[in-house]
């Protein structure tokens, strides 16, 4: 096995909700590639669960969540850039 | 991380103070038709004072509302001669239009055909939630094969690309609410055509359409979006009918 790094980086993001805003449509949740959020058990003041951030290591700012979202209650800001180690086997 | 702050979001700029929440229903399409056309506003970088915003009536109307760009609505259902004016007036203004089923071909049919006629520069992004939602959830000339509360449609529904390319239009794509990236650079390449640009976007209605069990309330009727689409880039538009194949075909159509 062998590792290296071909100097190329990738992106993580931060999530941002703003709870009170979420309609519990669970689009974000849903279609997240790298499976970052899931609905919450808790209520918003509107009575809808909201989604909650479950690995907030994996999120590479794809910006999909975001452009989901019908309530712009949801969206991801770069955080850092990451070294992409490929493992070749 | 969770906040709870209001007027953070990048893009409330370009939102009206107040307008949050919408009025749409949990998960409607509407939402995410303004906010990928926001999106990609901010993407662009085009100058906000050079575009207009216009809409009609029914949910869809709200959409004008709710944007914090010039907006060049006049009364009730003449959306988009009211946007024909603006763009003969206001040459250098970008005109976008937000339509529905009523506004775009029912009641609003001439005056589409009148703006292809002219070759006027226009984008419109036309919703297509297939129901007339006030009217009390009548089928509209676009409503597919099942039937609404009150109504079972017998009639074939209208072929909107193909309508739209006879009329001269430059542009002519359908992406549904899933496709959001794609729907994006579609919206990217419509804003620089210099005709009459049309992107219908299939949104059915969640409250009195989806519901019957074949599509399903939001989460399920983007499933169906996943497993009944096939994109087909540059098919010929008399083939797009949504009733006569299984899946329905979405892509770029026309753009020259
Ligand atoms: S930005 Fe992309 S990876 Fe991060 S939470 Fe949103 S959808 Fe998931
Ligand atoms: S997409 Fe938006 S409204 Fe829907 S669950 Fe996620 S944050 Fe809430
Ligand atoms: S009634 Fe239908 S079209 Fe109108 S906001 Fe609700 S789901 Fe959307």
Known sequence: MKFFNNGMKTPCGEIHIVKDRCKGCGFCVTYCPMDVLELSDEFNTKGYHFPEVKNPENCINCGLCEMLCPDFAIWSTLKEEKEVIEVLT | ?256
Request: charged residues 25%; aromatic residues 8%.
């Open chain 2, 1 to 256: 991380m969770i906040e709870n702050i209001e007027g953070t979001h990048p893009i409330d700029s370009l939102l009206r103070e107040g307008s949050i929440p919408f009025v749409w229903c949990p998960g409607c399409g509407i939402g995410t038709v303004v906010n990928t056309f926001v999106e990609t506003l901010e993407k662009v970088k085009i100058d906000l004072g050079k575009v207009c915003v216009s809409s009609g009536i029914g949910c869809t109307g709200k959409v004008a509302d709710y944007l914090k760009i010039n907006c060049c609505n006049e009364s009730h259902d003449n959306a988009i001669k009211c946007a024909v004016k603006f763009k003969l007036e206001n040459p250098e203004t970008k005109v976008v239009v937000f339509l529905n089923d009523a506004d775009f071909i029912a009641s609003g049919a001439d005056d589409f055909i009148e703006a292809g006629k002219k070759g006027v520069e226009l984008l419109v992004i036309y919703i297509n939630n297939f129901i007339y939602i006030i009217s009390e959830c009548k089928v509209t000339p676009t409503t597919p094969f099942v039937r609404t509360l009150d109504d079972e449609n017998l009639e074939l529904p209208f072929n909107i690309p193909h309508l739209a390319k006879l009329c001269g239009a430059r542009y002519v794509a359908r992406w549904t609410t899933l496709h959001v990236r794609r729907l994006m650079y579609s919206i990217t390449d419509a804003l620089e055509n210099p005709g009459l640009a049309v992107i219908e976007v299939i949104s059915p209605c969640l409250m009195y359409y989806a519901t019957d069990g074949k599509i399903g309330e939001t989460i399920d009727r983007m499933r169906f979006f996943h497993n009944n689409t096939v994109i087909k880039h540059g098919e010929p538009t008399e083939n797009l009918d949504i009733r006569l194949q299984d899946k329905i075909i979405m892509g770029r159509f026309v753009d020259k």
